[in-house]
């Protein structure tokens, strides 16, 4: 038993050497490599001890390099997704998103999908707004970005 502890703890370290890592990304890759409960508890318990991981921390490195390419709900639900709790989501995103950046980054939007204002015909720009809706913008930034 000791033994799998211990590879599980340098299966841990490996893997946060790689890749930041929640630390519910990290108890899938370990029961991926078939630990056991008991023996991932230690593991995450080990690199936690020495501040390998934190999910507050993660949450706001992710909104930090993110938030010139993804709105404000992307982010809330891909950090969702990563298991980050609601409440360090909410933080991160109080501390680090930059709400005057929304415009700027629905500009690098249209501008990465090549989208001409004055070319864009009516059914264009229609699904350009749509777009922009489902990417979880809003509809004020939206429509002054397009012109609508």
């Known amino acids: 038993m000791d033994d799998m502890i211990k590879q599980a703890k340098l299966k841990a370290l490996s893997l946060l050497t790689y890749m930041d ?3 519910l990304q990290l108890r899938k890759k370990l029961k991926d490599n078939n630990f056991s409960d008991e023996v991932i508890e230690q593991a995450i318990a080990y690199v936690k001890s020495f501040g390998y991981i934190n999910d507050a921390g993660y949450a706001e490195r992710y909104v930090m390099n993110k938030q010139s390419a993804k709105s404000r709900q992307e982010l809330y639900v891909a950090l969702s997704q990563k298991g980050i709790s609601k409440e360090n989501i909410e933080h991160a995103l109080e ?6 950046n929304e415009l700027s980054t629905i500009y690098c939007l249209l501008e990465k999908k090549h989208y001409i204002a004055e070319e ?5 720009k229609r699904r350009m707004y749509n777009y922009l809706l489902r990417k979880g913008f809003h509809r004020e930034d939206v429509s002054k970005a397009l012109n609508v």
């Open 21 to 23: 890592r929640t630390e």
């Open 95 to 100: 501390t680090c998103y930059e709400s005057e």
């Open 120 to 124: 864009a015909t009516e059914a264009d």
